[in-house]
């Protein structure tokens, strides 16, 4: 069906559908909606929510419809780059259902930038030189379901995480473009997705970076995933990459970037929001806002994308793991994995990353040594020697970065 763009005018100031906006949906309905006087306020008839599974892989899991939030589950993450029909989705708000990327531009604007500059689309390719990353990006609260207590939230469990090959120009070129003022010390991004609520004056979600990482030579304001558009639901025509960190900082269906004299203070920047306790809480303790951090760097973490968890080995015969791992802004040193519940490791054949902030593949044979029950246990190691935990990490409120080792269960026969 064709589907409206919920962020097109399609409520009057009191919040009720305009007359013009319900003939559109009686037309693209080609039918009436019979109780129409009765929609409630800012009130989307259903049959025009956008579906982007349409465009997804069927085993994709979906948490949440309102709004789209779709996890990979580890198996099918097993491709060195995570495909786009393999891509979870996380989105905070209502994704925009049509985008006019001939006309898109990118606005540069702010306290702390020297001029305030508009950008086509098209000429940010012509521009400013093209590079190609490959990044992960994780979503901050990747694992909530495994904290006890149970935190609030999407329950993701290991597949809010892909790493695409992405490509687009520098965030540090267009910033030195428009010029920074001394005082700039962080960015902040906006996108055309509309508020959860259809209130055209609040944001889903509007997060940035510190400037050192804004200035990375792979922070990059992309338009390809792949080699291709990105998926509408992804962010397209244009987003903002920063890998390594929570993938709430790399902002979908970017159309402003501000240039801020202070901590960016947009949606979700603020209150305990993608933020975690500065001092260590006990399970269940929620410390007051000021005792928060904003979540940076992602932690260590790796998972087993090759066998599927349930897999049935015939006796004697070796088994063949391979996945990846990854660590933030940090690479993975080594990667271990253990058949007897951590009592011993072997050291699994580790690949250096295709580029920085790229995951690592790495592959493994593991001997088990009589029929009967196993757990495979994954553990990585990132460049400073931080390992990931085995059992659940430090609780926090919003349940944020539960890097718990990836298990597998197979069975010899
Ligand atoms: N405009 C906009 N950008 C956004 C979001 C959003 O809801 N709106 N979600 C953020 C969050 S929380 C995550 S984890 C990633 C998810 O990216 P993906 O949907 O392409 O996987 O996008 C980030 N950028
Ligand atoms: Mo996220």
Same mark, same amino acid.
């Given at each position: 069906m064709a589907l409206l763009n919920p962020s097109d005018n399609l409520f009057n100031r009191r919040g009720f559908l305009k007359k013009s906006s319900l003939a559109t949906l009686t037309t693209l309905l080609g039918t009436d909606i019979v109780f129409a006087n009765q929609l409630p306020k800012h009130y989307l008839p259903l +049959?025009? *929510?956008? *579906? %982007?599974? +349409?465009?997804? *892989? $069927? @085993?994709l899991v979906v948490l949440s419809d309102k709004p789209w939030n779709v996890e990979t589950p580890p198996h099918l993450l097993d491709d060195a780059i995570t495909p786009a029909d393999k891509y979870f989705i996380r989105n905070n708000g209502l994704a %925009?259902? $049509?985008?006019?990327a001939a006309n898109w531009t990118l606005t540069i604007k702010g306290e702390s930038v020297k001029q305030v500059k508009t950008y086509k689309l098209e000429d940010l390719k012509k521009q400013f030189k093209h590079y190609t990353y490959q990044l992960v990006l994780e979503c901050a609260g990747n694992g909530r379901a495994g904290y006890y207590p149970k935190t609030s939230g999407n329950q993701w469990t290991l597949g809010g995480v892909g790493c695409a090959e992405w490509t687009g120009v520098r965030l540090k070129d267009i910033l030195n473009d428009a010029g920074l003022k001394d005082d700039a010390v962080y960015i902040g991004y906006y996108g055309k997705d509309l508020h959860i609520s259809l209130d055209p004056k609040k944001e889903a979600i509007s997060r940035g970076v510190p400037m050192r990482k804004a200035l990375e030579d792979e922070t990059l304001v992309a338009w390809a995933m792949n080699g291709q558009d990105i998926p509408l639901v992804n962010g397209a025509p244009l987003r903002l990459v920063v890998g390594g960190w929570p993938a709430s900082t790399s902002g979908k269906w970017l159309h402003t970037i501000a240039v801020r004299n202070k901590v960016h203070d947009g949606?979700?920047?603020? @209150? $305990?929001?993608y933020k975690v306790p500065i001092n260590p809480v006990e399970p269940g303790v929620d410390p007051p806002e000021d005792q928060f951090k904003i979540i940076e760097s992602m932690p260590i973490k790796s998972l087993i994308t090759y066998p599927q968890t349930g897999a049935m080995l015939t006796k004697g015969q070796p088994l063949s793991l391979r996945g990846h791992a990854w660590a933030g802004d940090r690479s993975v040193r080594e990667m271990h994995l253990s058949a007897d519940f951590g009592a011993t490791w072997q050291k699994a054949d580790l690949k250096p990353p295709k580029n920085r902030l790229a995951w690592q593949h790495w592959t493994a044979e593991v001997k088990l040594p009589q029929p009967g029950y196993y757990e495979i246990w994954a553990r990585a190691t990132d460049s400073e020697g931080v390992t990931q935990p085995m059992v659940m990490p430090q609780w926090n409120p919003e349940g944020y970065l539960n890097n718990a080792c990836h298990r597998i269960a197979v069975k010899v026969g």
């Open positions: +049959a025009f *929510d956008i *579906d %982007p599974m +349409a465009t997804k *892989d $069927k @085993g %925009p259902e $049509k985008v006019d949606t979700k920047m603020t @209150g $305990k929001s």
